[in-house]
């Protein structure tokens, strides 16, 4: 009691000296308290109503209700001597909190609000990346005149991030004043997404090759695809929209044809944009002749510049080759690999004696092969060269030589012109395809033998060593079928080819190969994680003429496109179809073909987890 009446005497703003220095929210809080504990006291001995107890007594003195009553009431009117005098707070600073408290959350919920509504009209306003939801389709075009040549080529066009597909078909053939038929031709741009047309353009001949490029390295600039024809056309057209943008005037090759596709060189007239050149050969004679475009308005820069080329067997080229120290040189032949220096091309084009500064460089070790009476021409090979590709170098920033023959494969250094390795085989019946089958980065290939009568030898190279490391007899009627190959996000490749069907029973199953219909063939792929297993990925009735496969970078998918020509009937031409196939959806539904003669490594069910985890990617090291 002695306690409670000292603390409820206590004057505000006071200094005892068992209290530190005077703090005005440590007292009124001290002063709530002291309240609460004297109204609890009054509670305690029965309440207090004006002064007297509920029995109308007058409380005695010393109580504790009589104490409390006169206490109260006392200590507001008291005040401090330098302080005005203020009512004590005990309900003021509730009432604070409590607004405080309702602001804050009026404030939150209104944040929660607004985040809310901006969320869902980012959701509505920004457009989601196109999804790859049609993973399979199949566009028939009708049917289509004949044509020797099936080009097929990939590029986004319409900045979907999907890359669509642009091939040309002959439609009709015409009769020249001459009496001679010369086809006409459509150029197609599909949808990569559906198959849709996006636009088309004819053409006055048939189209040789397609090719979609940048003319403007580094640079934001349209694609342009190149189309070269049969005979004298070569045009450059704007992807996004088909329109030409310009044509080469035929009058430039006056006594000559296109052999050959234009190639894209550096810029040799400095006004920005790539140019190329073409290769012609004459009507009459043999000698061939290059010619320089300008990639932007496609006249030509100077005159042709002839060459007598003597030699018999396939064109070979015209390939640019930049060596490692960038000196330019075109590789061309008949049968052969020849050689001749950008450089002298553009100073007999031009006339003079001068050339820019970028062509001025010289590759020593290239250099000493010209020949003895400094011809410009420079001896690189001469074996009955039916093919010619180049393969980027794995150790430098140039590409080496892979050289197809009658009598096998040869791979020369870029460099040096040296062998690096030579394989015998005879029967090699398509370009060779390069990937990663081992694990030293070095491009690997894969290779086509005809293997007697319906049948043909499946053949994998080290590119490093030369020799074979994978080898399989399928059955296959097709002389010539298209083999690709994808990069994974591991640097391993996926080879991809056409056979007639396989049995998918045991490896010492008898099926009789070839029991299919001669015109079904199957899509396999080799992995080379499993090289006793392919996978039957789809079939195709008809002749596949092309194929190409392309990546779609945003879901890390690989697509398959083939261009097949249907089975005619008499009196009838064959229908054209374009197909597209995704290739992880793919890898899902295909059949699993167990090798004859050997022991599978892994079941199906750890085959199919390791195949969902597959991811395709963009080859860094393919030319």
């Given at each position: 009691m002695a306690t409670v009446l000292s603390r409820a005497l206590k004057l505000p703003g006071k200094k005892s000296p068992d209290l530190g220095e005077y703090d005005p929210l440590t007292q009124a809080d001290s002063d709530e308290s002291?309240?609460?504990l004297v109204l609890d006291l009054q509670q305690k001995n029965g309440g207090v109503k004006n002064g007297k107890s509920p029995l109308g007594e007058v409380p005695e003195p010393d109580s504790d209700a009589e104490v409390a009553g006169a206490a109260k009431p006392h200590l507001s009117e008291v005040t401090t001597e330098g302080y005005p005098s203020e009512p004590l707070g005990g309900l003021e600073p509730k009432a604070t909190l409590s607004i405080v408290s309702y602001v804050r959350t009026s404030v939150f919920l209104l944040t929660l609000g607004v985040s809310m509504v901006l969320v869902l009209v980012c959701a509505f306003l920004i457009p989601c990346p196109p999804r790859d939801l049609h993973s399979t389709w199949s566009r028939h075009l009708g049917p289509q005149g004949g044509g020797d040549f099936s080009p097929l080529e990939l590029a986004d066009v319409n900045g979907d991030g999907l890359r669509d597909v642009l091939l040309s078909f002959v439609t009709s053939?015409?009769?020249?004043?001459?009496?001679?038929?010369?086809?006409t031709a459509t150029l197609v741009c599909l949808s990569g997404m559906n198959g849709s047309t996006l636009w088309s353009s004819p053409l006055p001949e048939e189209a040789r090759d397609i090719t979609c490029l940048n003319l403007m390295p580094g640079r934001v600039a349209e694609t342009i695809c190149l189309v070269t024809g049969t005979?004298?056309?070569?045009?450059?057209?704007?992807?996004t929209s088909g329109k030409a943008i310009w044509t080469l005037n035929p009058n430039y090759l006056p006594n000559g044809t296109l052999a050959a596709p234009g190639v894209a060189l550096p810029d040799v007239d400095d006004d920005g944009v790539r140019d190329l050149v073409v290769l012609a050969i004459g009507e009459l004679q043999p000698g061939l002749c290059f010619l320089l475009v300008s990639g932007r308005t496609g006249t030509p820069v100077g005159r042709p510049v002839k060459y007598n080329v003597v030699?018999?067997?396939?064109?070979i080229g015209p390939q640019v080759y930049i060596t490692a120290n960038r000196a330019v040189y075109i590789l061309f032949g008949f049968g052969n690999i020849q050689a001749v220096a950008l450089?002298?091309?553009?100073v007999q084009a031009q006339n003079r004696d001068s050339s820019p500064p970028s062509l001025q460089i010289e590759e020593p070790e290239w250099e000493k092969r010209r020949s003895i009476n400094l011809s410009e021409l420079i001896d690189i090979y001469s074996d009955r060269v039916e093919l010619l590709q180049l393969v980027k170098a794995p150790d430098s920033n140039c590409s080496n030589l892979l050289i197809t023959t009658g009598q096998g494969l040869v791979l020369l250094r870029g460099q040096s012109l040296t062998p690096s390795w030579t394989l015998s085989l005879h029967g090699l019946c398509s370009q060779p395809t390069s990937g990663y089958f081992t694990d030293d980065q070095t491009l690997d290939f894969l290779l086509q033998i005809q293997d007697g009568a319906g049948m043909k030898k499946m053949v994998v190279v080290d590119g490093d060593s030369g020799s074979v490391i994978w080898n399989s007899s399928v059955p296959c009627r097709m002389k010539e079928t298209p083999t690709t190959s994808a990069v994974t996000s591991d640097q391993k490749s996926v080879f991809l080819f056409w056979a007639e069907g396989l049995s998918a029973a045991s490896p010492n199953s008898d099926a009789i190969p070839g029991a299919e219909p001669p015109s079904l063939h199957h899509l396999y792929l080799l992995h080379p994680a499993f090289p006793s297993i392919l996978l039957d990925l789809a079939n195709a009735t008809g002749t596949v003429t092309a194929s190409k496969v392309g990546i779609n970078d945003l879901w890390k998918d690989a697509f398959y496109v083939t261009r097949t020509t249907g089975p005619s009937s008499k009196?009838?031409?064959a229908p054209l179809v374009v197909s597209k196939l995704s290739l992880r959806w793919a890898l899902m539904e295909g059949q699993m073909v167990q090798l004859k003669n050997t022991t599978p490594k892994i079941g199906r069910g750890e085959l199919r987890r390791f195949l969902s985890r597959i991811k395709f990617v963009d080859s860094p090291l393919q030319v």
């Open positions: 002291e309240d609460d053939r015409n009769g020249s004043a001459v009496g001679v038929s010369r086809p005979h004298k056309m070569l045009s450059a057209f704007n992807a030699g018999a067997g396939n064109l450089r002298d091309i553009f009196g009838h031409p």
